[in-house]
């Protein structure tokens, strides 16, 4: 029986270069949309029933999915981060979970720089003010001589720093575990988490979500930011309590701030972070170039074809995944 890949990562389509890589090494491919879903009211579950593997976009994989899947193995995971998929049920179910670190940290740190700019010279509010039939020539600042503060030096925040410190600017960084070397070749400097609240012109996340960093920015913590600082996430939305956050905005506690990811995607109606108009939001774009999207999901394709063909699963994030025969 010829194995069978779902692919559900949104931008792949039908005849592109992940189904030509997956159709060569011998799989049928099946490919959905949410919005084709919607359309058709056809739940994930009965979509995974008979597939061996998936490559994943940004659905949300339950344990009701993955047990309604008796014949999954793996899932490549397109993107750094792999949260919208139960880990414990993958594991106790014998599904590897890959996924794809490093194939969009350039693109992800250029977005980073992008939205330090609107910030820093405020873009949006200008753009907004000519259209509304106004000429205002607001004062912004530089990032020349700005403090860059960074919640997390993994490769991400790794290339933010790179890409900062030509501009001249002073980059703090807070990571558990920092890399020594790149600290001492770059001239980044280690800091607390306290510290780098306290120091930071804009504080950009970089971490991964789980239980130590929901909502690690929190009220506690947007007390401690420097008055007058921009906040950046292009983490995860729930790193960051967004109700907090509007609070310390509207009262002027912080200047800004520019968000790629939200608790809730797309943005609700009702978000109160939707009428500031010191807040800048992107629709979760930051991995979204054609070269980082290639990247990621021939990287993903190719660890399902690996998986499937009996070989050790690469960037596994489920560590305690032992192949299992499905029921």
């Known amino acids: 029986m010829t194995m069978r890949v779902l692919v559900t990562t949104s931008y792949l389509r039908p005849g592109g270069e992940v189904d030509k890589l997956l159709s060569d090494a011998g799989f049928d491919t099946v490919f959905t949309t949410p919005a084709q879903r919607e359309a058709t009211g056809t739940p994930l579950a009965d979509l995974v029933r008979d597939v061996d593997g998936i490559v994943a976009g ?11 899947a008796p014949r999954l193995k793996v899932f490549g ?12 049920a993958a594991t106790r179910g014998g599904v590897a979970v890959t996924y794809t670190p490093g194939a969009n940290r350039r693109s992800v740190a250029e977005h980073v720089l992008a939205l330090m700019l609107n910030c820093a010279r405020l873009i949006p509010q200008n753009i907004a003010s000519v259209r509304a039939g106004r000429w205002e020539q607001r004062s ?19 290339t933010v720093a790179r ?5 001249g600017m002073r980059v703090v960084a807070h990571d558990p575990h920092p890399d020594e070397e790149f600290l001492t070749e770059t001239g980044v400097e280690a800091r607390t988490f306290e510290e780098v609240l ?25 007390r401690k930011v420097k008055p007058g600082a921009f906040l950046i996430n292009t983490a995860r939305g729930e790193v960051v309590d ?12 912080l200047a800004g701030a520019a968000l790629d990811v939200l608790t809730e995607e797309p943005m609700p109606l009702d978000n109160r972070l939707r009428g500031l108009d010191n807040v800048v939001v992107t629709a979760h774009i930051g991995a979204a170039t054609e070269q980082a999207r290639s990247r990621s999901s021939m990287m993903a394709a190719q660890q399902v074809i690996d998986v499937l063909l009996g070989q050790a699963p690469g960037n596994l994030a489920n560590p305690g995944y032992t192949a299992v025969a499905r029921r």
């Open 163 to 167: 890409l900062a410190l030509p501009l």
């Open 140 to 158: 912004g600042r530089e990032l020349d001589g700005a403090v860059l503060g960074l919640i997390g030096l993994g490769s991400i925040g790794k």
């Open 242 to 253: 967004e109700e907090a956050l509007a609070d310390a905005l509207e009262s002027g506690a």
């Open 77 to 88: 995971r397109c993107g750094a981060g792999y949260d919208n998929i139960d880990l414990d």
């Open 198 to 222: 306290a120091e930071a012109d804009f504080l950009s996340l970089h971490i991964f979500l789980d239980d130590t960093t929901r909502h690690l920015i929190d009220a506690s913590a947007l």
């Open 58 to 68: 940004t659905d949300a994989f339950s344990a009701d999915v993955i047990e309604a």
